[in-house]
């Protein structure tokens, strides 16, 4: 098969892309490893930043329909003491330019939003090659090959195409998260329900914390953060659920009850989520005919930014194409230059931020940040 433009995973980026390109009567073609849109859950809560995630619905002509999504009352933050008592509340009062929602739901509005058949599911990349003059074919598992004038890589952290344009790979950053959720908490959990508030909830210490969002009702998501080396989390028996949160909780000894049961009464198999990195200044040369965006392009420490700024790369690629419909290079050489300060720029203050986190002077150094001081 052969097509212009090929968008290689169908996360929020590449959605992002194959609705501005819509927008612009340009077809593309997304092709995704997955079964089906719902083939796995998709993740939590986002909050989508005015300056970079709203413009980019803003350009896909879906920023009042991404409006009805809002979660209500989520912008609240509170910051707990491992004792429990609270050091920062901080109520939304529906001003804040950062509202919730989440992420399946965001995802579907884009996959409604272009026309059937855009999005092929159930093919999983397992090579690409250049085959000259910009052209690329991509290879799935089942054998099958799409070859393409425009390969875009919207795959992720493991990028199959990224290899094309950069020998980069992501490593560890020292850190993981454990995952793990709360149902119906305010009548099962209502102790902890209680802690949490209505919106996040950051109880830290040096190396270690436990960040909690109220999602759609009163779902609690949790993720328990523990600087620990790989072969630690690998030790980990998640296929015993008890054995597995028992140890992870046993680093969180003498902390709160309220708050250890974001951990031990989790009722769902706590997934491990290792935190891994591009380079902060993660680059290549032009090469023709392909290019990556979202984590893709610039993988880095969680800070907020990254689904903002993979939604952000789409819209921005999606945009220069449609001005330069007749010249890929021009259209992928403006959109790069543009790109790679942008997100050098997130990815250090993501550094920063796991610093204000984790560090030694946490949590009052969050508390510092939130209210502004030195």
């Known amino acids: 098969m052969t097509t212009d433009i090929t968008i290689i995973g169908a996360g929020l980026g590449g959605l992002t892309l194959a609705r501005v390109l819509h927008v612009h009567g340009i077809r593309a073609a997304v092709y995704e490893a997955e079964a089906s849109p719902r083939a796995r859950s998709q993740g939590g809560m986002l909050d989508i930043h005015e300056e970079n995630g709203q413009r980019a619905l803003r350009a896909a002509g879906l920023l009042d329909q991404f409006r009805g999504l809002v979660l209500e009352g989520r912008q609240a933050i509170r910051v707990l003491d491992h004792d429990g008592a609270v050091l920062f509340d901080q109520t939304d009062d529906g001003t804040g330019g950062r509202p919730e929602v989440l992420r399946g739901e965001l995802r579907q509005l884009l996959l409604d939003s272009l026309p059937p058949g855009t999005v092929r599911w159930g093919h999983k990349v397992s090579g690409t090659r250049a085959l000259g003059e910009g052209r690329h ?179 921005e690629l999606g945009a220069a194409l449609a001005t330069h419909p007749d010249d890929i290079e021009t259209a992928l050489t403006a959109y790069e230059q543009a790109m790679f300060p942008r997100s050098a720029a997130a990815a250090a203050e993501g550094t920063e931020l796991h610093e204000v986190l984790y560090g030694p002077g946490t949590p009052h150094s969050l508390i510092d940040m939130f209210t502004g001081h030195e």
């Not at 493991?158 to 908490?185: C, H, I, K, N, Q």
């Not at 950051?202 to 759609?216: C, Y």
């Not at 054995?243 to 198999?269: H, M, N, S």
């Open 137 to 315: 074919e991509v290879t799935f598992a089942d054998g099958a090959t799409v070859t393409t004038s425009l390969l875009v890589g919207a795959d992720g952290a493991w990028s199959r195409v990224r290899p094309l344009l950069s020998a980069a790979t992501p490593e560890y950053s020292g850190m993981s998260f454990v995952e793990t959720y709360l149902f119906d908490s305010d009548t099962r959990h209502p102790a902890t329900a209680k802690a949490v508030g209505s919106g996040s909830l950051f109880a830290l210490a040096p190396g270690k914390g436990l960040l909690a969002h109220r999602e759609s009702g009163d779902t609690l998501h949790t993720y328990v953060m523990l600087t620990r080396s790989q072969e630690w989390f690998a030790a980990l028996d998640l296929t015993d659920p008890a054995a597995a949160t028992a140890r992870v909780a046993g680093e969180f000894d003498g902390w709160a009850p309220e708050l250890t049961a974001l951990i031990t009464d989790g009722e769902t198999t706590p997934v491990l989520r290792p935190v891994s990195a591009l380079p902060v200044e993660h680059r290549w040369d032009r090469v023709p005919g392909v290019t990556l965006l979202g984590d893709a392009a610039h993988l880095s420490i969680p800070n907020g930014e990254g689904a903002n700024l993979a939604m952000y790369d789409g819209a």
